[in-house]
């Protein structure tokens, strides 16, 4: 049901992977948001969401088979190529997930344009504060890399070849160079905080003080799950963002 295609943007012809949803007028629409990894990883969980959603799950400049700039993009450089993307593919306030990474460029193009974001899906959230340095955030990971499935673990390996150690690192230490506290305050964006029960990189403690911090908040817990809820929970993510949009995922 999803299909690969180029979208023109001031960033470059951007790759994405879309789909045209349920047929009738106006289906509502949701846009998936990678971290320092391309889309591919997003996938499962955007076919579980087609059926009911138009889907544009865009690889942001530097990532997967779209072009790379010369330098890694900061977060308000990859929110400016996730609003590119979602123009040229005729996005109207849709539902946008980001995961990792992700939710603080779903963040930011809601701070910096207000209306091009419907409602926001926050999953597995970095930009917790007590975390300064890239070797912080790497620590997470490996915490948190038992609870991930070897499927993951293969692509993720081949997908940090393609994108490349040092773009991965210079990405993630600009994300952290960017704190995300201080745009949630007013954001008055309804928001879906969600990470999985074993998740090392988003704890607990930081999507509670998110929920505190963003008043049209929710929080919820996957069972069982780690980080990459969006690969490995597919099902259960896709549900919570269904009833949080307030369409019949099934």
């Not at 942001?60 to 790379?68: C, I, M, T, Y």
Request: proline share 10%; aromatic share 6%.
């Amino acid at each position: 049901m999803l299909r690969s295609t180029r979208l023109a943007t001031g960033a470059g012809r951007l790759h994405a992977w879309v789909s045209p949803g349920p047929a009738g007028p106006d289906p509502p629409s949701v846009v998936l948001v990678h971290g320092v990894v391309s889309s591919r990883y997003l996938l499962p969980t955007a076919h579980r969401l087609a059926p009911a959603f138009r889907v544009l799950v865009p690889d942001l400049p530097g990532f997967g088979a779209s072009p790379r700039p010369g330098r890694p993009l900061d977060v308000g450089g990859l929110a400016e190529a996730l609003d590119g993307a979602m123009g040229a593919w005729g996005a109207r306030c849709p539902t946008v997930v980001g995961h990792s990474i992700g939710a603080e460029v779903v963040v930011e193009l809601a701070r910096r344009r207000p209306g091009a974001v419907g409602r926001a899906v926050l999953v597995g959230p970095t930009g917790d504060p007590r975390v300064r340095r890239v070797l912080g955030l790497w620590w997470r990971w490996w915490a948190n890399a038992p609870g991930e499935p070897l499927a993951f673990h293969r692509l993720a390996l081949a997908e940090a070849r393609s994108v490349g150690p040092g773009r991965m690192w210079r990405t993630m230490q600009l994300a952290l160079d960017d704190p995300m506290t201080p745009k949630l305050e007013g954001l008055g964006l309804p928001t879906l905080l969600v990470r999985g029960e074993h998740d090392r990189v988003a704890p607990q403690r930081w999507l509670e003080q998110l929920a505190d911090m963003v008043p049209q908040s929710e929080l919820a817990v996957i069972p069982g799950a780690a980080h990459t809820v969006v690969h490995h929970a597919p099902i259960q993510l896709a549900r919570l963002v269904s009833r949080f949009a307030g369409v019949d995922g099934r």
